[in-house]
């Protein structure tokens, strides 16, 4: 036999071999909490990925858990084409997917390899857009709660003789949902009259106006409270169906005499009450300031007669708001801030605050968010207390991962 009949026979049998001998990425996810850590996103750099499975594709790679089951994932892009000149996927952010932690289950384990198949997109549970058709509105949802915040459109003058709502707030809405799919463009389309009553999904009952609403910023100084106006500009940088990202940005305001400029950048986890929030602040003049998130004291109609609870954590770590609408059909919700670090707390005429101190450029982690009881999740206030006293414990005690190549 000739030698390149002989190379070739060999190469015939080994061919087998190497093609069942895929890789994969192994990838184990552990924490120290005793608690459960339900819809937990588990989020790990693509480059990590690539370097285990080469020229991997997001549309054929297959996520799956310890017992073999295919899990609903997402690959973030948000990277310049000059880092992927050949448009490989080399360049895509974080492969991101979700595992729910039982109670005393302090770790689990998962493989992501390639497919020849095309995997299929998952529905949608996290997701957000600029509304230009309703003033500049910014929107953003999951598969608990809806929110939305207030752009230049809406603080413009109104022409004379015009019925133009006009609103200067950097305060956060609540859209209240009943149902898991999204909502936020349907509700626009059905126009203003329409989402604020509760037609089957749920539906905005929630005041803003002047107010910090549920979670927006400002400066405490001197006792008092500064705040920004309405956005000025956004940006997505990512959008479902695990999560989205996305980012607000604030014109300089005067707050006590030092100019502040503040970007925000919101991450929605589907499966959350609660939206993870950096705030960024430029200032000059001051080497550090107080910054207040607050909620409104007042988030709703008079005529609904609500009773308002609020509790504080003796840690400074989180305050809730439980809102009981007596003489309304609309049930009852909660409102909540997540301040890890917090350093303290106090109120003005409008808000319940909860106070941080803060350097220039260097973000400011907190959460924020809101339940509704006929939603079915939380339905009461000590429910939306121990909910919120769980996140702030996850926020201190975040996943460990490490991943490594099997065959």
């Known amino acids: 036999m000739s030698k390149p009949i002989r190379l070739l026979l060999l190469a015939a049998l080994i061919a087998p071999v190497a093609a069942g001998a895929a890789e994969r990425l192994a990838i184990t996810a552990s924490h120290d909490l005793d608690a459960a850590r339900p819809s937990e996103t588990i989020a790990i750099p693509w480059a990590e990925v690539n370097r285990a499975l080469p020229n991997a594709l997001v549309q054929h790679i297959v996520v799956k858990d310890a017992a073999g089951h295919a899990l609903p994932y997402q690959v973030t892009n948000v990277a310049p ?49 600029y509304v230009q058709e309703r003033l500049d509105d910014f929107a953003w949802e999951n598969d608990r709660i809806a929110h939305r915040i207030y752009g230049p459109a809406l603080a413009a003058p109104a022409a004379p003789g015009s019925a133009k709502e006009v609103l200067e707030t950097s305060g956060i809405d609540i859209w209240f949902k009943r149902v898991e799919y999204p909502i936020v463009d349907r509700w626009y389309n059905k126009g203003h009259d329409h989402y604020h009553k509760d037609e089957g999904e749920g539906l905005d009952m929630y005041n803003v106006s002047q107010t910090r609403g549920a979670g927006g910023t400002g400066v405490w100084s001197g006792g008092k409270l500064y705040v920004s106006g309405n956005w000025k500009s956004w940006k997505v940088l990512a959008n479902g ?31 959350h009450q609660l939206d993870q929030v950096e705030s960024s602040f430029d200032f000059t003049g001051a080497d550090r300031l107080t910054v207040a998130v607050g909620l409104n004291k007042t988030p709703a109609n008079k005529k609904h007669e609500p009773r308002i609870a609020v509790a504080r954590s003796p840690a400074m770590d989180w305050m809730t708001q439980w809102v009981a609408l007596k003489a309304s059909p609309n049930g009852a919700y909660g409102t909540a801030v997540v301040l890890p670090g917090g350093a303290g707390f106090a109120d003005d005429g409008l808000n319940e605050l909860a106070l941080a101190s803060v350097e220039p450029g260097k973000p400011l982690r907190y959460w924020i968010g809101a339940a509704w009881d006929k939603a079915g999740q939380i339905v009461s206030q000590d429910a939306w207390q121990a909910y919120v006293a769980a996140a702030a414990a996850r926020a201190t005690h975040p996943l460990k991962l490490s991943t490594n190549v099997v065959n």
């Open 241 to 271: 169906p695990v999560r989205a990202v996305f980012e607000l940005t604030y014109d300089a305001w005067d707050a006590n005499g030092v100019k502040v400029a503040e970007v925000k950048r919101f991450t929605v986890d589907a499966g």
């Open 81 to 129: 084409l000059s880092k992927d000149p050949k448009n490989v996927g080399v360049a895509y952010g974080e492969l991101l997917f979700q595992h729910s932690f039982t109670a005393g289950e302090k770790s689990a384990s998962f493989t992501v390899e390639k497919t020849e198949t095309l995997e299929p997109v998952f529905p949608v549970k996290a997701y957000a857009r």
